[in-house]
């Protein structure tokens, strides 16, 4: 059964870029996978978690890892 689209915030931009930046992404691959994204024409691997920020309403948290 395919993973339903969902929206996640970056909750360490600080590692790469501006700690104030706010870096979100949609995905459909499951928790605990490593994922590129593009940020400001930097491309990155993220951690997608299934860690839940009610603060942002239906959004979970993902990590920076790492420059490709």
Do not use: C, K, Q, W
């Not at 689209?5 to 490593?34: K, M, Q």
């Amino acid at each position: 059964m395919a993973h339903p689209t969902l929206t996640y915030l970056v909750t360490n931009p600080g590692v790469l870029f501006h700690p104030d930046e706010r870096i979100t992404l949609r995905s459909a691959a499951p928790a605990d996978t490593v994922v590129r994204y593009l940020v400001n024409g930097r491309l990155v691997r993220v951690l997608l978690t299934d860690t839940p920020l009610p603060a942002y309403g239906h959004v979970y948290g993902a990590d920076l890892r790492a420059y490709l």
